[in-house]
């Protein structure tokens, strides 16, 4: 099984740099995550993109590709927090070079558009942390601010899902990857498409039309990325229309059309996405999934 070198846990005392990959921020927004992370005892700074604007991005594609090389290089810095998705993360992507990291790894966090970010951690054997975007943190409960801690500080995590498909009961282990199913979709072809096969997948999106979510996971499936999952785990779909013509299918459906034939599990209602419960979990990781009569347990 392939090995992911993991991130140094975040320490009292460590460095988390905020800056822009994608859309733009005002530092105003970041104040509240800024207080929440000094109140845990981390150094904070922001990037010089935060407050920039090109348009819809937080900088140009320049601008923001030299923020986050220089926060990658700088040995103070312990962790880069991508502050907002949106889109803009893979005009730059292909110009990163993680080999400035000279073999080790450094603590990426954030969704969404983060994904681009997290298949080039991926191929490169690194594990990064999917988790909330700073400027969200208004909206995140006790716990879900708490799995964040948990994540970024490699502490055991356990999220327990009704097994209402009624799964056979089995015990699994395998690395996690993946994100966005919109981002991974665009990113067939390219570098920083994840491996999959042996892996769980995760997918979540944000909205999207029926018929889009079912030609994005026909492409997965036509291209042989489904084929040979350890298992899929499907987080939030959510704000998904219809066409004024009712599709006729819901995300649950359209998914479990796709993988039918297939012999893993495919477990719904993971706690994490575009949704206020975003629970924090590292890709890249393994995960231990099982599956018991009444119920899903899945540790990290």
């Known amino acids: 099984m392939k090995a992911y070198q993991p991130f140094p846990?975040?320490?009292?005392?460590?460095?988390?740099?905020?800056?822009?990959?994608?859309?733009?921020?005002?530092?105003?927004?970041?104040?509240?995550?800024?207080?929440?992370?000094?109140?845990?005892?981390?150094?904070?700074?922001?990037?010089?993109?935060?407050?920039?604007?090109?348009?819809?991005?937080?900088g140009t594609n320049e601008e923001r590709l030299i923020d986050f090389m220089e926060a990658l290089k700088d040995e103070n810095v312990n962790a880069i927090w991508i502050a907002r998705g949106g889109y803009g993360t893979v005009k730059m992507v292909d110009q990163i070079d993680l080999s400035i990291l000279k073999g080790k790894n450094k603590l990426l966090i954030g969704y969404s558009d983060v994904t681009h970010l997290h298949g080039?951690?991926?191929?490169?054997d690194l594990q990064s942390m999917h988790a909330f975007m700073p400027r969200e943190i208004g909206e995140k409960s006790k716990a879900v601010r708490?799995?964040?801690?948990?994540?970024?500080?490699?502490?055991?995590?356990?999220?327990?899902i009704p097994n209402t498909q009624h799964l056979k009961p089995v015990t699994l282990k395998a690395p996690l990857v993946g994100g966005n199913l919109s981002v991974l979709v665009s990113m067939l072809g390219s570098a920083t498409f994840p491996e999959?096969?042996?892996?769980?997948?995760?997918?979540?999106?944000?909205?999207?039309?029926?018929?889009?979510?079912?030609?994005?996971?026909?492409?997965?499936?036509?291209?042989?990325?489904?084929?040979?999952?350890?298992?899929?785990?499907?987080?939030?779909?959510?704000?998904?229309?219809?066409?004024?013509?009712?599709?006729?299918?819901?995300?649950?459906?359209?998914?479990?059309?796709?993988?039918?034939g297939y012999s893993y599990p495919v477990i719904y209602g993971f706690p994490a996405g575009h949704v206020v419960d975003n629970y924090s979990f590292a890709l890249g990781k393994d995960i231990t999934v099982s599956i018991k009569k009444e119920y899903i347990t899945i540790s990290q």
């Open 146 to 160: 708490e799995s964040f801690q948990y994540a970024a500080t490699q502490s055991p995590q356990n999220f327990t």
């Open 120 to 124: 080039l951690w991926q191929r490169n």
């Open 9 to 58: 846990s975040l320490r009292e005392g460590d460095h988390i740099r905020i800056l822009c990959t994608a859309r733009s921020v005002e530092a105003v927004d970041l104040q509240p995550a800024k207080e929440w992370l000094s109140s845990l005892g981390f150094q904070v700074s922001l990037g010089k993109t935060i407050g920039k604007k090109d348009h819809q991005y937080g």
């Open 196 to 260: 999959l096969d042996g892996h769980f997948l995760f997918i979540e999106d944000l909205d999207e039309l029926l018929y889009h979510v079912d030609r994005m996971v026909t492409v997965l499936k036509r291209a042989g990325k489904l084929a040979r999952l350890k298992g899929l785990i499907v987080g939030g779909f959510t704000d998904i229309k219809d066409h004024d013509t009712p599709f006729g299918k819901t995300v649950e459906e359209i998914i479990q059309e796709h993988t039918a």
